[in-house]
DNA sequence: CAGTATCCCAGAGGATACTG
DNA sequence: CAGTATCCTCTGGGATACTG
């Protein structure tokens, strides 16, 4: 049988637990735009599609202080702005993919296990 | 040069988007404790640190809803409820595992980064 | 034991307008 | 262009008490 669960099974497991910041409901797309090169400020919003200049400002302020990004600011008028992935942010390429992988296999799955669940509370509210 | 950015660069692109769901703060931590087999709700309780029965409720349904674990309930008084993962739930163990070497790996440069983002901003209250 | 039922709050995120 | 500044909403999550 299975053993008794550790009540200390999480300390000194930052694993699980420290990734709040991307926990960010933009996070994933903003890396992904800047994997495959440099991108201006304007440019991130393209395909964000959604997203106010005060949430990205925000999240990529984010991102610069936890090491993700480097921010390049080119002087001049009119302003010039560059992100660009770290080393560090670079590095994050591999755990999304795979992750991505997972849902691309699955995603079905889910969309079925949930359609069913909302086709019970459908048969609950008729009943 | 770095083609621009696709407008469309996340139409039907669920992959970054769909895990809306897997931001909730204990879904990882309530996985990792069912991995290892059945766990009743009280169990589960012990090592997840500090949650409240209504959480733990709200999140054990979402994760039915979406098909990742299944709830087993035994007639009788006191009642006795177990909840196990399915096989989708199992499947993301993967996915978790490279997540936590990621982290493994680099937490210490995380950490590293937002300290200096810290120092920077003492400098900059100090002056 | 395995949950509900209530009430509450901080903070993520959005809308809009403005600026160096 | 690359952001700030304000204001506002909404909801994830916590505290506490109660129940079949």
């Known amino acids: 049988m299975t053993e008794p669960l550790d009540p200390a099974m999480f ?3 930052s694993d699980i637990d420290l990734p709040i910041r991307f926990r960010n409901k933009w996070m994933g797309k903003i890396l992904l735009c800047l994997e495959d090169g440099r991108r201006r400020y304007s440019e991130l919003q393209i395909p964000l599609k959604g997203i106010t200049p005060k949430v990205l400002a925000e999240s990529l302020r984010a991102l ?5 990004i480097t921010r390049i600011a080119y002087p ?4 010039r ?3 660009e992935l770290t080393e560090l942010g670079r590095s994050l390429r591999e755990p999304r993919e795979v992750w ?3 849902v691309d296999a699955h995603v079905h799955e889910l969309l079925r ?3 069913e669940a909302e086709g019970d509370l ?3 509210n008729a009943s």
Request: charged fraction near 40%; hydrophobic fraction near 30%; glycine fraction near 12%.
């Open 11 to 13: 300390d000194g497991c």
């Open 64 to 68: 610069e202080r936890d090491g993700m």
């Open 76 to 79: 001049g008028m009119p302003p």
């Open 81 to 83: 702005v560059e992100y």
């Open 100 to 102: 991505c992988k997972w």
């Open 113 to 115: 296990a949930r359609m």
């Open 122 to 124: 459908r048969d609950l």
